[in-house]
């Protein structure tokens, strides 16, 4: 499950994604049209829309290979968000 802010912000940088389509939690990042440069602009939307910073040694391609995984990691790095599923 995510929060609807995380896909609120995982639309705007998938480009694969058609509006309204269901963003499946266990995609590739790649499968919904997200790109490194893509990557690199969601990581900072995440940490500014979330208020947080995620830690540079927990951006790694398992931490960001599905829209479930990412959530996992803001759970982690905030526990208060995992309320927010």
Known sequence: MLSD???KILRVHARFVADGA???PDASLAS???DSLAMFELIVH???D???AIPPERITPET???PSTIWDLLCQVEPALAGDE
């Open 32 to 34: 919904l049209g997200i």
């Open 22 to 24: 269901e963003i499946n």
């Open 64 to 66: 960001f290979a599905t």
């Open 46 to 48: 995440i940490e500014d």
């Open 5 to 7: 802010k995380l896909e």
């Open 50 to 52: 979330f208020d947080l």
